[in-house]
């Protein structure tokens, strides 16, 4: 890693650290997920089982990592056991297992083998590997009222959840966990990554006979599309696979969705990452969180191939200039982020989109914290 890329990114953690040092001693009995006149709001009261209720947890054991300050320690682990009313769910129990205890309990886990964190950990992969439909090779993402809308459901996004099911198989010496990983994860490849390497973002199956019917736009602008952060979750989640099973097509598959990426972004005259690659061109809308989250995906890539660590500083060093708000007035990192191109919100922040930044800087710098990589 070159010295002053390095220096670059350990200067920039130092100053969000400072930021989130006064954020997070105003946050004490949050679990965050956006912010309302730059506040954060709280979705321990709102909706406990959001599929994001993870990251601020997350963010807690990254500060805690590069600072050694106990107050993140607390919040990290106030943030975990918060979660266990959504472990006793099983309404609220959907695919985004991964998301939720791999940045709560298994980071608490890794750190200091904590065994009430092993168990919500495992009881959250035993119910990932449940969602597995055996015909369909794909783990089902969402729940429904029990009428089966949802039952022929997979997302994208599910790439990322995987790694909690490679984490089970390693510490219980138990291959099943890792076997449905990659059955899904050859599943993804087949059906949802396209000829030019752009990713789609749902796949709807028959889930009796497990036949792939159709795929649906989701989050993006329309079917056909390239919803952005869907690409990004492809780079990253594909990487991932490729890190823990040491199987090279994953590789290849998250580098076909990278160079997909990257041609799209040399394309265009703007850094800022749109919502969707196919959306209008005079809809300037953007989503900083794509942007943090490929460029995790590409500095795993980037260990082994230049081209994509150049993509990824190119992502930062805009995205550090021009979307992160050091402000300490503001609860939030970075600006200019969607939940998706059909929102009712234009733009707002949101919570993975600042989890993921301090990620890429904390790769960048060499001081990974390992909480989807091992
Ligand atoms: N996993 C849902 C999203 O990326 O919005």
Redesign the pocket.
């Known amino acids: 890693m070159n010295d002053t890329n390095q220096n670059w990114a350990e200067k920039t953690i130092e100053a969000i650290e400072k930021k989130l040092y006064r954020v997070s001693r105003r946050s004490l009995e949050i679990i965050p997920y956006t912010t309302k006149d730059g506040r954060f709001d709280d979705m321990t009261k709102e909706n406990i089982c959001w ?1 994001t209720n993870g990251f601020w947890g997350g963010i807690m054991w990254q500060l805690f990592s590069c600072s050694g300050k106990n107050i993140y320690k607390t919040l990290a682990i106030r943030n975990e056991e918060k979660l266990d009313a959504n472990l006793l769910n099983p309404y609220g129990m959907d695919h ?1 297992s991964g ?1 939720k205890w791999l940045p709560t309990a298994v980071a608490h886990y890794k750190l200091d083998g904590n065994d009430k964190s092993f168990q919500r950990a495992l009881l959250a992969a035993e119910n990932l590997a449940g969602r597995f439909n055996v015909t369909g090779n794909y783990i089902r993402a969402w729940n429904d009222n029990n009428d089966g809308t949802n039952a022929g459901t997979a ?1 994208i ?1 599910c790439m990322m959840n995987l790694p909690l099911l490679y984490w089970a198989s390693e510490v219980t010496l138990d291959p099943r966990f890792s076997q449905i990983a990659i059955r899904h994860a050859d599943m993804a490849q087949k059906y949802f990554i396209r000829e030019n390497g752009s990713a789609i973002h749902i796949g709807v199956f028959d889930p009796v006979t497990g036949e792939f019917i159709h795929s649906v736009g989701g ?1 993006g602008y329309a079917k056909g599309s390239s919803w952005t ?2 690409q990004a ?1 492809a780079i990253y989640g594909f990487a991932l696979s490729a890190h823990y099973t040491g199987n090279k097509k994953y590789l290849e598959t998250a580098k076909r969705v990278a160079d997909y990426f990257i041609d799209q972004m040399n394309k265009r005259n703007d850094m800022g990452i749109p919502i969707d690659f196919s959306q209008p061109p005079d809809c300037k809308r953007e989503d900083s969180s794509a942007a943090a989250i490929a460029a995790c995906g590409l500095l795993e890539l980037g260990k082994t191939d230049k081209k994509y660590k150049d993509a990824a500083l190119q992502l930062l060093e805009f995205l550090c200039k021009n979307r992160l708000c050091l402000d300490e007035d503001k609860d939030y990192l970075l600006e200019k982020c969607a ?2 191109f059909h929102s009712d919100k234009e733009q707002m922040t949101l919570i ?1 989109g600042d989890y993921f930044l301090i990620e890429a800087l904390l790769k960048l710098s060499g001081n990974d914290f390992p909480i989807f990589n091992p």
Request: hydrophobic share 35%.
């Open positions: 599929w985004d998301f997302i996004d989050q952060r869907g979750w939940d998706s993975y």
